[in-house]
T-cell receptor, first 115, second 114 residues
Framework: DTGVSQNPRHKITKRGQNVTFRCDPI?????LYWYRQTLGQGPEFLTY????????KSRLLSDRFSAERPKGSFSTLEIQRTEQGDSAMYLC?????????????FGEGSWLTVV | AQSVAQPEDQVNVAEGNPLTVKCTYS??????LFWYVQYPNRGLQFLLK??????LVKGSYGFEAEFNKSQTSFHLKKPSALVSDSALYFC????????????FGSGTRLLVRP
């Protein structure tokens, strides 16, 4: 069990550029989540996949954001036309479907700095 | 609206002393409750969770948490703090009818001095 893997860990981009983050969940987990964390705040839910289906998107996820999980395994989060307000850590997490109160396990996060 | 409150931005404690990090929540029904820890520039590590049963839950690294339904609290505790416990701690809740969305508090920074 290698845990949730995210890359790149750090990304600095110029305003207006597009960026893409990748997440590889724990192998047997069919649920995958994206959260965003800004300095001094707790993580905020962005979106959730069960297998390849995206079942919910937060209002935080503007039209410039898109997430995919094409084969129900890894996921990508793309931000188009980045803005300085997008600077944050983007956390991916995963959990299994079975069990009660399934624990959600987080990756190390991907830091985005928009300059 | 569902919310989690961590009333202390920072908790300071001397090594070897007991520590408490407070968390209260406002969620309808009986939620699942979680504690996570975050070290600098790292992701969140799961510490413990309350699902049902015994109000005292034991977790990783000697941490435990006490669920109090009447006070809607889930305080994190440790009998003897270590300098290495210094980190950012997050309380989170999940509604039992929601299989996915965690709602986090704003975090409490724990500083354990030698």
């Amino acid at each position: 069990d290698t845990g949730v893997s995210q890359n790149p860990r750090h990304k600095i981009t110029k305003r207006g550029q597009n960026v893409t983050f990748r997440c590889d969940p724990i192998s047997e987990h069919n649920r995958l989540y994206w959260y965003r964390q800004t300095l001094g705040q707790g993580p905020e839910f962005l979106t959730y996949f069960q297998n390849e289906a995206q079942l919910e998107k937060s209002r935080l996820l503007s039209d410039r954001f898109s997430a995919e999980r094409p084969k129900g395994s890894f996921s990508t989060l793309e931000i188009q036309r980045t803005e300085q307000g997008d600077s944050a850590m983007y956390l991916c997490a995963s959990s299994s479907e079975t069990g009660v109160g399934n624990t959600i396990y987080f990756g190390e996060g991907s830091w985005l700095t928009v300059v | 609206a569902q919310s989690v409150a961590q009333p202390e931005d920072q908790v300071n404690v001397a090594e070897g002393n007991p520590l408490t990090v407070k968390c209260t929540y406002s969620v309808s029904g009986n939620p699942y409750l979680f504690w996570y820890v975050q070290y600098p520039n790292r992701g969140l590590q799961f510490l413990l969770k309350y699902i049902t049963g015994d109000n005292l839950v034991k977790g990783s690294y000697g941490f435990e948490a006490e669920f109090n339904k009447s006070q809607t609290s889930f305080h994190l505790k440790k009998p003897s703090a270590l300098v290495s416990d210094s980190a950012l701690y997050f309380c989170a809740v999940r509604h039992r009818d929601s299989s996915y969305k965690l709602i986090f508090g704003s975090g409490t920074r724990l500083l354990v001095r030698p």
